[in-house]
């Protein structure tokens, strides 16, 4: 495809339970990142992706996320036992690793825990 | 460490008239990008224009303009011409190579155009 693909773009789950979400980046970007979005609110950065390393996880909120990233390409991002204030859109973007690429977005997962 | 500034939460503007969205960047590298993007209700991320930290003459793109003030590390968006389509959330943001060229996104200025 010629865009950031994102799936599901929406998912409904039971407190507890375990979601995974998926992205797609542009084929040839090497630089992949999650961000979270909650209604109205800015994007808060989660985890930024290098190849398949993870240089920078330092904005996922506890250990119940987890991120990787495989062939350079598609990453999964898992939340293990949702809770409802993780309730969000989850955007991913990808680039091109240089301070005057731009990333493109995916259309992001409407995450709902009930 | 980077810190992207915008401290209007939210603008309305008539139809047709010029906006102007703040914007203020830190950062100790000398290479970095300032980037604007628009989130529409729909949700879309949708870039706008960028500027260059070595880019001599300020961006423009259409209706898009970005007021580039090196010195005080200000990166203004300027709307002219607002359409009621312009009605959304704006993101300014910032890359460089000190933080491994993450984007940081500042906290966003919503947009309302009144007809």
């Known amino acids: 495809g010629a865009g950031v693909s994102q799936s599901p773009s929406n998912k409904v789950t039971e407190k507890g339970k375990d979601v995974e979400l998926r992205c797609d980046p542009i084929s040839g970007h090497t630089a992949l990142y999650w961000y979270r979005q909650s209604l109205g609110q800015g994007l808060e950065f989660l985890i930024y992706?290098?190849?398949?390393?993870?240089?920078?996880k330092s904005g996922l909120p506890s250990d119940r996320f987890s991120a990787e990233r495989t062939g350079g390409s598609v990453s999964t991002l898992t939340i293990q036992r949702t809770q409802q204030e993780d309730s969000a859109v989850y955007l991913c973007?990808?680039?091109?690793?240089?301070?005057?690429?731009?990333?493109?977005f995916g259309s992001g997962t409407q995450l709902s825990v009930l | 460490a980077q810190k992207i500034t915008q401290t209007q939460p939210g603008m309305f503007v008539q139809e047709k008239e010029a906006v102007t969205l703040d914007c203020t960047y830190d950062t100790s590298d000398p290479s970095y990008g300032l980037f604007w993007y628009k989130q529409p209700s729909s949700g879309e991320m949708i870039f706008l224009i960028y500027?260059?930290?070595?880019?001599?003459q300020n961006a423009t793109e259409g209706r898009y303009s970005l007021n580039f003030q090196k010195a005080r590390k200000s990166a203004n968006l300027v709307i002219s011409a607002s359409q009621l389509g312009d009605s959304a959330m704006y993101f300014c943001a910032m890359r460089d190579r000190s933080n491994d060229y993450k984007l940081s996104f500042g906290a966003g200025t919503t947009v309302t155009v009144r007809a």
């Open positions: 992706f290098q190849g398949n390393s993870a240089p920078d």
């Open positions: 500027q260059g930290s070595y880019d001599q």
């Open positions: 973007a990808s680039s091109y690793r240089n301070f005057n690429e731009k990333l493109f």
